[in-house]
Nanobody, 114 residues
């Protein structure tokens, strides 16, 4: 049973940075494209960024140029570096496989506010 554990969220001021981590048990880190998603207050969960097993990255237009997704297959961990954070980035952030998702983790709360 694959388990996903997100961490690294917090309360930050606009313009600041955060780095989220997603640790995956079960050794899935190198065999599936992975993605970050987020769910803001009163909104549907949305895709934010994804990375394939060969390292090809894609981003939602709303975060392009500010967020960077990466993965460390040896550590079964996926990261999301978030720079120039905006209040509209406030959400619970989740990671999961891009296709055929596993059970969702608890997510990590990111709050951007002055």
């Amino acid at each position: 049973q694959v388990q996903l554990v997100e961490s690294g969220g917090g309360l930050v001021q606009p313009g600041r940075s955060l780095r989220l981590s997603c640790a995956a048990s079960g050794g899935i880190g190198s065999i599936k494209p992975m993605a970050w998603y987020r769910q803001g207050p009163g909104k549907q969960r949305e895709w934010v960024a994804s990375i394939t097993t060969s390292g090809i990255k894609n981003y939602a237009d709303s975060v392009k140029g500010r967020f960077t997704i990466s993965r460390d297959s040896a550590k079964n961990t996926v990261y999301l570096q978030m720079n120039s954070l905006k209040p509209e980035d406030t959400a619970v952030y989740y990671c999961n496989a891009l296709f055929s998702p596993y059970s969702w983790g608890q997510g990590t709360q990111v709050t951007v506010s002055s």
